[in-house]
């Protein structure tokens, strides 16, 4: 397939976009992404943007593209791209996907508490507030995952909020896992506000009902932590 | 002469006809090319007495305010759906405006593949809604629920797909008379013990009368609803334990993920406590239920020969016009800490509707006019059009301000009731509920029973679910690579010097669903891995 309108000899514009079309061309076939890959690592040796991005597609071939993913190679290609340019915008964003696959995928850390440290370390080096709310919020969630300790995961989720801009239905579920996972860490005061917020921000619907019913388990809960005074 | 008068009796036959076909050409005959240059079609399996009615409401105002579009309804019966669509998707030929539900079977990679999200406009105000209370709201904001259902459902978390028409809840639809014939008495049951006598004073009318009369019209799908209700009311106290997100709610992979990890099985307490309500329930229905569906329970409502009939709210409009008895609409009578089946594990209220809005409309990817077809949805989900629903199909609105008429305020359910969102048979997965169907006659069957049913489902969950956490982690990975395509191009539109603020925005979004998805991904992916396979 040739982009339409590409005119002339190619720049290393066209030669990017000609690459990137051809990652999602139906149908996409192995060879054509290998091809893509060779092209990405030609840019990728330039020093522009072009060579930013270029190699963050590259890894990003290895992670979700290639029939079969190679995350240490993804992983490889997202530390190389931070170490050369930081503050891209594309080695930014290969930070918080390097930090997915230091949460579930690459074999080390092993141990649930090692990768979410591998995948804090990493937020020191994110400078976009955007896409450090992306990464806390899956290391937030990795930390429910692996059961990791509540004042750790609400760390996170506390930085999530403090950041904002989320759409869709992360933000009601933000609301309801801060006020959920307050109470559960004894945090009674901080769960009632969280759990009194979502309840004013959010259009009411069968969660708003089982909110109410923490609500009241809350109140029980701080009737016994004043020793059964009211 | 005679000749003469036959042949000016033939000419004034011909010139009569002649201007009688003139006439209905002119006045009566719809063109033969449409004068408006933009047709949009939008299609739907909601066949009952009812919805096409309201969407023809909708088009007829539509295509008044938008001369330059035509709308065509196109309804086909929910027999052939699943094929019809995947067909129509895969072929290019798709109504630019389609409905989908989560549950159809076999087809959740559809919405990732075929279906555009329709974010950006979600969160701007809907035009129609000027004039309105709602006229400075999202439009997202507009629906009574917020559009729970379609977010929580939505193949990609950061995004919104879908606009709804209707608000659903389950009822149970009671033949007064015949309640009152067999109970001496118009008191309809209030709680599932109350329900129980019922059962029985039902089961001696039909051995004294030698009438073939049930307490439940029977039929698959019927069955199915009362089933999943009950299952996922007993279940709610499992899913409380394990919420460890603190969302308090279910996804269905985490429900399937949290099955690998060895949380919850049909050999729990709960669960059979669930399974032996599902089973008393089967009892009150006539025998071999299982083989029909839906219509078939109507009827059987409809001849007198049940006293209750457990449907959605769908099919009220059906069952009300036809119903030649008065009829009674209530909730499904609910279970207490009391009851000694499911005393011990009992949480709350189960959840008979509230759950938020539906008959969802996702937009075709390869629409030829994506412009007016959303300009469509918007319409429908106005607060006017939603009106012109409701009015006319006699089924509750999506929309906030839409006023509901009195003979159909039954159908709302107040936010009374608890909700997990785990529903641990039919919705997890199309394999898990494959499984579920095909043994199902196990545990409704008078030789069934709740061991049989449960040993037969253990047997088959470890494949199943692992099959059916395998397809979530592909429909995800067919979002997720394209993305990169998109993302790619927005920053490319903003290297080119047209660097308004809504591209960076637009690539800000996508990167952040994109990595929202992938995490998912990942996440199901290690669940996968530590079970490892199927023992």
Not at chain 2, 127 to 147: C, I, M, R, S
Not at chain 2, 422 to 433: F, I, L, R, V
Request: one cysteine or more; a neutral charge; glycine letters at 8%.
């Amino acid at each position: 397939m040739k982009l339409d309108g590409s005119r002339g000899a190619p720049t290393r514009e066209h030669e990017f976009a000609q690459a990137v079309v051809a990652v999602d061309y139906q149908p996409v076939t192995q060879d054509r992404l290998h091809e893509a890959e060779a092209t990405f690592a030609g840019l990728a040796r330039g020093n522009d943007e072009i060579a930013d991005a270029s190699a963050y597609m590259q890894a990003r071939l290895f992670q979700v593209h290639f029939q079969q993913p190679d995350y240490q190679r993804a992983a490889q290609h997202y530390r190389a791209l931070a170490d050369r340019h930081p503050e891209s915008h594309w080695a930014q964003l290969g930070l918080v996907k390097l930090g997915l696959l230091l949460l579930y995928a690459l074999p080390e850390p092993s141990d649930p508490a090692g990768r979410m440290a591998a995948a804090t370390a990493l937020l020191g080096r994110i400078h976009e507030e955007k896409l450090q709310r992306d990464l806390h919020l899956q290391i937030a969630h990795a930390g429910t995952f692996y059961e990791q300790p509540l004042e750790l995961v609400l760390a996170h989720l506390k930085e999530v909020n403090r950041i904002g801009g989320l759409v869709g239905q992360v933000p009601e579920d933000l609301a309801i896992e801060l006020g959920e996972l307050s109470l559960r860490a004894g945090r009674y005061a901080e769960s009632r506000a969280y759990f009194e917020a979502y309840l004013r921000d959010f259009t009411p619907n069968l969660r708003s009902v089982t909110v109410r019913r923490r609500l009241e388990d809350l109140a029980e809960l701080e009737t016994k932590a004043k020793g059964g005074q009211p | 002469m005679k000749k003469d008068g036959k042949r000016r009796l033939g000419l004034v036959l011909l010139v009569g006809s002649y201007l009688l076909a003139v006439y209905w050409v002119f006045t009566r005959s719809a063109p033969v090319v449409s004068s408006r240059p933009v047709t949009i079609r939008i299609a739907h399996w909601q066949i009952e007495k009812g919805p096409p009615d309201g969407v023809d409401a909708i088009i007829k105002r539509y295509e008044e305010l938008n001369p330059r579009v035509k709308v065509e309804q196109v309804l086909v019966p929910g027999r052939v759906y699943n094929q019809w669509m995947r067909t129509n998707l895969v072929g290019g030929t798709g109504a630019d405006l389609i409905q989908y539900g989560v549950w159809l079977d076999g087809l959740s990679d559809i919405p990732a593949r075929y279906f555009e999200p329709i974010t950006d406009e979600m969160l701007k105000p809907n035009p129609y809604n000027k004039g309105t209370a709602l006229e400075h709201v999202p439009w997202v904001q507009t629906f009574t629920d917020g559009l729970l259902n379609q977010r929580v459902n939505a193949p990609d978390p950061g995004q919104f797909y879908a606009a709804t028409l209707t608000e659903v809840a389950v009822r149970l639809f009671c033949n007064r008379e015949l309640l009152r014939t067999i109970t001496g008495s118009d008191r309809t049951p209030q709680t599932y013990a109350e329900l129980r006598v019922v059962f029985q004073q039902v089961a001696d009318y039909a051995a004294r009368t030698g009438k073939p009369v049930f307490t439940l019209a029977g039929a698959r799908d019927n069955a199915s609803w009362l089933m999943q209700f009950l299952m996922q009311g007993a279940m709610m106290k499992s899913s409380q334990r394990n919420d460890r997100h603190g969302t308090l709610s279910l996804y269905a992979y985490d429900e399937l993920g949290l099955y690998l990890e060895g949380r919850w099985s049909y050999r729990s307490p709960e669960a059979k406590a669930g399974l032996t309500l599902m089973r008393e329930v089967s009892t009150s229905m006539k025998p071999g239920f299982l083989q029909s569906m839906r219509d078939a329970a109507t009827q059987e409502f409809l001849r007198g020969d049940a006293v209750f009939i457990f449907a959605g709210t769908w099919d009220g409009t059906s069952i009300r016009s036809a119903a030649t008895f008065p009829l009674d609409v209530l909730r499904f009578p609910q279970l207490t800490k009391a009851d000694p089946v499911m005393g011990p594990y009992f949480f709350g209220k189960f959840a008979d509707g509230g759950g938020g809005t539906t008959m969802e409309f996702y937009l075709n990817k390869q629409s030829a006019h994506p412009k007016e077809a959303v300009d469509f949805m918007r319409f429908m989900s106005s607060v006017q059009g939603n009106q012109l629903f409701t009015d006319h199909s006699g089924w509750l609105p999506s929309v906030r301000e839409v006023k509901v008429p009195a003979d159909i305020a039954a159908y709302l359910t107040p936010l009374d009731c608890y909700s997990f969102g785990g529903e641990y048979m039919m919705g997890m997965g199309s394999t898990t509920a494959a499984a579920v169907f095909r043994n199902l006659y196990l545990l409704t069957d008078p030789r069934g029973s709740v061991d049989q049913f449960v040993d037969a489902m253990e047997a088959e969950m470890p494949a199943a679910v692992r099959t059916d956490l395998r397809k979530e982690v592909t429909n995800r990975a067919i979002i997720v690579r394209p993305q990169d395509v998109r993302i790619m191009a927005l920053a490319a539109l903003s290297r080119r010097g047209q660097a308004d603020g809504s591209l960076t925005l637009a690539r800000e979004r996508q990167e952040s669903s994109q990595t929202q998805s992938e995490a998912l991904m990942l996440q199901m992916s290690r669940q996968l891995d530590l079970a490892g396979p199927v023992k």
